[in-house]
């Protein structure tokens, strides 16, 4: 394509944003034939789906490293700058980007082309302004047009990503820079879509497609987005200005800032860049913003350059033509490319000198060498799967052996693993796919094409998935559009299980009257939801409200929760606590907090209708405590009923008899036949009322003492427990129990015991009790001694082993345990009796 006359060759220069790419799909399309090639593989993708629109699939090529789609009737090809045929005779040949002809690592490709890739009837070199000098020297002919910039380019400052506009891409130069943005942009804003050139164009469409359509707002990439990869713009941030080039750490020069920052705006509309700090070398300086905004950059005063079609008689030759040195003082030679140095190290190897005798096979080591390092290995590695592929190209058959081929490619065919593990696999997929098409390398090279495109198909809708899940927020995003926009629409709906979720993604549950935010959400995010929630769940908590205020009986239920304060549920929900009232019996119901977001009236209605319930509960279950607190204040009941009925409303139905000895012996028979009345019993050692011991009154009666005090809810003992291990939490006398020598053993059980004892004697003669009641329940021989000392009975001796006892008149008062609560009542018999 070089010894040809030409009729026109145009050099459009300016910078991004002018239209360039779309002045050159338009040119060639109005040619019989043509061909354009794009320094990316994805830029060359996305403007092969455009032509394809216009000219139709049969007629339009793709031809990259990796991917080849190649018609009969191929008359218009879309190719990266490595991969375009020169040798085929076009009307209308185009070179985008050829200003990285001064790239070290592939400036002497374009530069190539800016001097050999011509067009039959046009040539068109695309590039920017500082290419116009080189243009000038290198390729005199050519009529220079230049395409002022169709929007305005602005510095917008500095900003942290969470305060970032809308519609921002944020520029970072690695793969980690780019998921920490990505990451910090997920629990900040949502999430972000990821563009990167190792990207295969499939997962790179999917995560633009995700940014054009607004379910990210914003976009991270590496600085592959400056060439010509064209979105919906507003803002580009700089997350770094320094790259590593291949060589080095280094500061961004002036164009290059510009052709990424140039990506903000589209056609008509405004673009602004800036970065994400104001100061040390991650801000841009002055002298930078002034050049970006008038679009100044220094003109290039050199290309990189290489021969384009080196000679391959031998190895030598070969390798002399690669190194030698361009006539024309705007050239340099190009530093050494992964290629090359790899023909080198080959080179050293006496079996690749020996089997690269003929220009056939020199040429074939060549194109060897011109695989590229797709997996970022470095260039021993690389030199040792070259040095085996040109082995098995360079025998037998000259293809590369099946079983070996497909084993490998097979290895690579699984969707497992994260994000970095799957980004690997396409990335070796790419050199096989690479391998793949090349038509004299394998023996059925056009179903391994397939079979290659096919498992970076898979894998790369596999990275899409595992770069969305680990990157987007989608419910995070979703709200903050709707919330953007209209809070009143946010389309929130609620499960019958009461999940919340907005647009099928959950946010949180209703529990009871409370909005609970899910547990994978952030901090940022969880103040978001709430919000949301709070605006649309008014009227599912009034509907709700409506049902608590009318709940039937079977809806409600006590809450003893060790360590919570007592509550009353509904549906499984604390709706109230219970609180200190005038009398253990007469507890205050305060509403949950929760039920703080519906209106007076109603809550007023609920704690109406708790009220009445918790009333009939207790009178059903408890009613012994209230009937001893009324007794209490009877102004008609003598003194000692008085004094006995108030420790028994303050114990919450029990107390023991030691510390109400006075009160309990000045009881006339009438006193004693009114507490028997109310169900209680004046036993041995405690006066009570045994149904309290029962399941459901002893759950009531553990409520009303936890609320008389204010303290949490005790620890309960198992229903039906009858002797436990002293210290035992929940077997303390308040509870019930009585703690005798090292067991805890239920008073009503104790009474028992105590009334057989009686039962079992005659007079003051020794007597031995029967032990089957005590060892029926657990009772230790020792607890049983100390209990009988307790009951006033004393040791007698035996002979023959069997434990007896006589009766020595009543229960001596040291030995009795007294609970705490009833030693403020040790006095009160006797100030009752002598004030009345």
């Known amino acids: 394509m070089t010894a040809r006359a030409i009729s026109q060759i145009t050099a459009v220069l300016g910078p991004t944003n002018t239209g360039k790419t779309h002045l050159a799909i338009e040119r060639m399309c109005g ?21 394809v ?19 009969r009737d191929a008359r218009w090809f879309l190719c990266t700058a490595e991969s375009m045929p020169l040798d085929r005779e076009l009307a209308f040949v185009g ?11 592939r400036g002497h490709v374009f530069t190539d082309r800016l001097l050999r890739a ?78 990167m050139g190792a990207l295969s164009p499939r997962t790179r469409n999917a995560q633009v497609a995700m940014f054009q359509a607004g379910e990210v707002d914003y976009l991270v990439a590496t600085d592959a987005i400056g060439m010509g990869l064209n979105m919906d713009v507003a803002h580009v941030a700089f997350a770094s200005l320094r790259k590593f080039d291949g060589h080095r750490q280094r500061r961004l020069n002036v164009a290059e800032m510009a052709q990424i920052a140039g990506r903000a705006g589209r056609h008509q509309r405004d673009g602004s860049f800036g970065a994400l700090t104001d100061d040390g070398a991650g801000a841009f300086t002055p002298e930078e913003i002034a050049a970006i905004e008038e679009h100044r950059f220094p003109r290039l005063d050199h290309l990189y350059w290489r021969d384009g079609a080196p000679r391959t008689a031998s190895i030598d030759t070969l390798i002399a033509d690669l190194e030698q040195r361009p006539e024309a003082e705007a050239l340099r030679t190009a530093p050494e490319a992964l290629d090359l140095g790899v023909l080198k190290r080959l080179a050293e190897q006496d079996w690749v000198r020996d089997r690269g005798r003929t220009p056939t096979m020199v040429a074939r080591l060549w194109a060897a060498c011109g695989v590229p390092d797709f997996r970022k290995v470095g260039i021993d590695p690389h030199a040792r799967f070259v040095s085996r592929l040109f082995g098995h190209l360079s025998e037998g058959n000259c293809h590369l052996p099946h079983d070996w081929f ?33 038509s004299d390398w394998l023996a059925d090279p056009a179903h391994w094409a397939d079979r290659t495109r096919a498992i970076e198909e898979r894998l790369s809708d596999a990275l899409h998935d595992r770069l969305t899940q680990r990157f987007v927020d989608r419910r995070t995003t979703l709200l903050m559009r709707q919330i953007g926009a209209d809070p009143r629409a946010l389309p929130v709906t609620i499960a019958a299980d009461g999940a919340v979720m907005v647009e099928d993604h959950p946010i949180g549950r209703l529990e009871g009257f409370a909005f609970v935010v899910a547990a994978d959400t952030n901090a940022t995010d969880k103040r978001l939801l709430l919000a949301a929630a709070e605006r649309r769940l008014v009227g ?62 109603l809550r007023d209605r ?33 003194p000692a009923l008085r004094v006995v009925a108030a420790a028994l409303g303050t114990g919450g139905g029990m107390a023991a008899r030691l510390p109400l000895t006075t009160a309990v012996e000045a009881l006339t028979s009438d006193d004693r036949k009114t507490l028997r009345r109310t169900g209680y019993v004046i036993g041995a050692l405690d006066i009570y009322d045994a149904r309290l011991l029962k399941p459901t009154p002893a759950l009531w009666r553990q409520l009303l003492l936890a609320a008389g005090s204010g303290q949490p809810v005790a620890v309960p003992l198992p229903a039906g427990t009858t002797v436990v291990p002293r210290g035992t939490p929940g077997a303390s006398p308040l509870a019930g129990y009585r703690e005798i020598g090292a067991q805890s053993v239920r008073i009503d059980l104790v009474e028992r015991i105590a009334r057989a004892a009686h039962d079992a004697r005659a007079g003051r003669a020794a007597f031995a009790p029967d032990p089957k009641l005590a060892v029926s329940i657990g009772m230790s021989a020792e607890t049983l001694a100390r209990l009988m000392a307790q009951l006033g009975f004393r040791s007698a001796p035996s002979a023959d082993g069997v434990a007896r006892w006589t009766w020595r008149g009543r229960p001596p008062r040291v030995t009795a345990a007294v609970p705490p609560r009833a030693n403020a009542f040790a006095g009160l018999a006797d100030l009752v009796a002598r004030h009345g």
Request: one cysteine or more; a positive charge; aromatic letters at 4%.
């Open 31 to 51: 040619h019989s034939s043509g061909m354009i090639g794009f320094p990316l593989r994805l830029l060359a993708r996305e403007v092969y789906d455009r032509v």
């Open 53 to 71: 629109k216009i000219k139709g699939a049969s007629q339009v090529a793709l031809i990259t490293g990796e991917e080849k789609i190649l018609p």
């Open 95 to 105: 070179v985008d980007e050829a200003q990285l002809g001064a790239d070290r690592e």
């Open 118 to 195: 011509r067009g039959r009837e046009e040539t068109m070199i695309l590039g920017s302004e500082a290419l116009r000098p080189m243009v000038r020297s290198l390729v005199p002919d050519a009529e220079i047009v230049n395409r002022p910039r169709f929007s305005t380019l602005s510095y917008a400052g500095a900003a942290k990503l969470s305060r970032l506009p809308k519609r921002s891409v944020i520029v970072a130069f690695s793969a980690e820079e780019v998921y920490a943005v990505a990451e910090m942009l997920r629990r900040l804003r949502g999430g972000a879509a990821v563009v």
């Open 406 to 438: 497909a084993a490998e490619i097979a290895r690579l065919d699984a969707v497992t693993g994260d994000v970095e593990t799957i980004a690997g696999r396409i990335a070796a997929a790419r050199s096989w796919a690479y391998i793949a098409h090349r």
């Open 540 to 601: 599912e908590r009034a509907r709700r409200g409506e049902a608590l205020a009318t709940a039937p009986d079977c809806d409600l239920t006590p809450i003893a929760t060790a360590g919570a304060p007592p509550a009353i549920g509904w549906q499984g929900r604390a709706v109230a606590a219970l609180r200190p009232g005038p009398t253990m019996a007469r507890p205050q119901i305060v509403l949950d907090r929760s039920l703080d977001c519906l209106d007076k009236p």
């Open 606 to 638: 609920i704690h109406g209708r708790l009220t009445v319930w918790l009333g009939d509960q207790l009178a059903r279950h408890v009613a012994a405590i209230a009937a001893a607190e009324a007794l209490a204040r009877a102004p008609a009941a003598p």
